[in-house]
């Protein structure tokens, strides 16, 4: 397939592997031609979950497209879009990007998945055909769903070697490093059984309907979809603080002028607050983050969390979007969260709220940390030129079916708007 055609220019793509390790050559171009441009203002995003390189690309084509009309004649912003080692599963459709519709609404995996999974787990061929298997046929023996279950946990590596380990949690009291997931531990059928009740209460609109008691097998691919997900998570902490935060000091040490505004989506939106916790000292050429629909813990900047005073490092706000419509992270995330465990503990006893997600319902107990609606923000001069802020982006983050919802409708001009007023660029 071709590689879509950037919307912007100057543009630098910089990919990173699971460990955080940079492309040299990739990241060598930025540091150069930052200076050589004199580029002010650049804004770097990382892509959540999502197929590949191509996927990546025409998100963020699409995201920057109506940027250059919408700032300053006289700005003189860069663009760099961060890849990295993640999946998405075919079935679960972006508004406005192309998707196989053989892939929606089937049991077991379409090509494109089973692909996607080979390629995000390089040496699991075997695992994956096994899976792939059991899915299709869906025997009705209760050893071979708990077969399913061991074949998922060896597929993403509950308890990885090497430096990812200590990345999957969000808050203190999920452990660092992180326990193997309950998810993986405990009966695959009531794991099953638990995701394909929600999914069946689940319909297009992001309202939850009333539950029934289906087949286990009909979660099976849920269970599938989260472990992997899991695996993502931890990934991308361990690219933000081992990969992108280092490689940010670089820039602010080759370029000290550029101001940096980060940007990131789902699993991204982790990725690029974790590049906080990894910045040298010092470096304070952050001016701006912002997360859309954010898919990891809305506690993880509050105390107990391990992002804890990391929004400090920003030379300007964190703001979080978030939107009810995301069935991805209403629903799916927080009983995944319960599944792998991490709810427990001082979560509940101690900040006393349901699990959640920062793109379900923004950064919670942050002191100070300011709300608005979507139409309030884009009011001149309205957003807060530090600390937290939570903006509530339904109005425009609600297209998308089952199961994810809206979770990927984020390529909007008011989004990027945001993004502009929150680095101060406007």
């Not at 760099?80 to 972006?94: H, K, L, N, T």
């Not at 089952?402 to 008011?414: F, K, L, Q, R, T």
């Amino acid at each position: 397939m071709a590689q879509p055609t950037m919307s912007v220019s100057p543009y630098w793509e910089l990919t990173f592997d699971a460990d955080g390790d940079a492309d040299t050559a990739q990241r060598d171009r930025l540091l150069t031609g930052a200076k050589q441009r004199k580029i002010r203002d650049l804004i770097l995003f990382s892509h959540g979950w999502n197929n590949d390189r191509t996927g990546a690309t025409r998100l963020y084509s699409g995201f920057f497209a109506p940027i250059p009309a919408l700032a300053p004649p006289t700005a003189r912003i860069g663009y760099a879009g961060v890849v990295w080692p993640s999946m998405r599963f075919c079935d679960e459709p972006i508004p406005d990007f192309p998707h196989p519709a053989a892939a929606l609404g089937t049991p077991g995996l379409d090509d494109g998945t089973r692909h996607a999974l080979l390629e995000t787990f390089p040496g699991r061929a075997t695992v994956v055909e096994s899976i792939v298997r059991l899915l299709e046929q869906r025997p009705p023996e209760a050893s071979e769903l708990e077969e399913f279950g061991r074949l998922v946990r060896e597929l993403v590596d509950a308890v990885p070697p090497g430096p990812q380990a200590p990345f999957a949690a969000d808050t203190l009291a999920e452990g660092v490093p992180q326990d193997e997931p309950e998810m993986f531990t405990g009966s695959t059928a009531a794991a099953c059984t638990a995701f394909a009740t929600a999914l069946a209460g689940l319909d297009g609109d992001g309202e939850v309907r009333g539950f029934a008691l289906p087949n286990p097998w009909d979660g099976a691919k849920e269970l599938l979809r989260q472990a992997t997900y899991y695996a993502m998570k931890r990934r991308a902490g361990t690219v933000g603080e081992r990969g992108l935060g280092p490689l940010i000091g670089r820039l602010a040490k080759a370029a000290p002028g550029v101001r940096v505004h980060l940007v990131g989506h789902s699993f991204g939106g982790r990725l690029v607050s974790f590049a906080l916790r990894g910045l040298p000292e010092g470096v304070r050429a952050v001016k701006s983050v912002t997360l859309l629909q954010g898919a990891f813990s809305h506690y993880a900047f509050a105390a107990q969390g391990v992002l804890q005073g990391h929004q400090n490092r920003i030379d300007g706000p964190l703001v979080c979007c978030y939107s009810r419509f995301d069935q991805a992270l209403s629903t799916m995330y927080p009983l995944a969260s319960r599944m792998a465990g991490d709810d427990r503990g001082l979560i509940g006893e101690v900040l006393g709220a349901e699990w959640g997600a920062m793109g379900h319902d923004g950064v919670q107990s942050v002191p100070d940390t300011r709300a608005y609606r979507l139409a309030e923000v884009l009011a001149p001069g309205r957003l807060p030129a530090s600390g937290c802020v939570n903006v509530d982006a339904a109005e425009v983050v609600r297209r998308g079916g089952a199961p994810a919802g809206a979770h990927s409708d984020i390529v909007h001009p008011e989004l990027a708007r945001v993004v502009l007023a929150a680095g101060r660029i406007t």
